[in-house]
């Protein structure tokens, strides 16, 4: 196996580990992630903008003067599938939630609600989108493919905590949403590896093509869904969090070069 196929892997792996660890902290440590939880979503923001705007961002416009339009086109379908498929019904449905993790155990809520199918389903597919993600900016080059891999990483704990915080408050079984949320985690590494054997010896502008995209879905993600959710936080933890992770990107930038 190449060292790119093994960075892939490596990359999608820890990607998908990040979703666990979101996971592990609402099962073993519900108080402390709600605590820090605003905190810990204005860092990925801040990674998510730097990643995007000061790295695959440029790199897709030295690839192809298109990139604007695709920047513009990548936000459009994803305001699309948020706002009429309720890809991200999960971050909706959590600012409502008043989590008690205690009140659901297996035994009980043998009927639950349908909105934890959905904020599964959209979760699914956004994990696959960060996986094609992954991918792509690894055939492009070793340095933006580990950058991206940042970007995604950063966003996966959080992710992680919101789908099984959302499956138990819908009245999931324990079990069950943990089974649900291990496979929102795996969509991620397969992603990756699938997309990275498919995009092959793609023409250089179609890669900077689907650079674009994933660039625009940075920024997206950081501004729809990740911003609103840390202004719940008060004081300037999370402001000091979020510049914290743009500089993350910026010194992580500075390191590969």
Known sequence: MSEEWWSVLIAGSFAGTATFAGMMLVLAREQWSRRYSAVLVSLSAGVLLGV???????ESLEMTVHAPLFIILAFIIFYFLEHHLLIHAGHEEQH?????????HDDCCSRPHPMGLVAFVGMGLHSVIDGVIIGTSFEVGHDLGLLSALGVIAHEVPEGIAMIAILLHYG?????????????????????????????????QLLGILLAGA???????????????SHRSRGFSASIALCGGVLIAWLAGQLRH
């Open 215 to 229: 660039g625009g879905s940075f920024v997206y993600i950081a501004a729809s869904d990740l911003i609103p959710e």
């Open 172 to 204: 999931w079984q324990r079990r069950k949403a943990i089974e649900l949320t291990a496979f929102v985690a795996l969509a991620t590494p397969g992603a990756a590896i699938l997309t990275f054997a498919l995009v092959n010896d793609l023409p250089e």
């Open 96 to 104: 409502h939630i008043n989590l008690d993790i205690d009140d659901c």
């Open 52 to 58: 995007g705007i000061l790295h695959i961002l440029p």
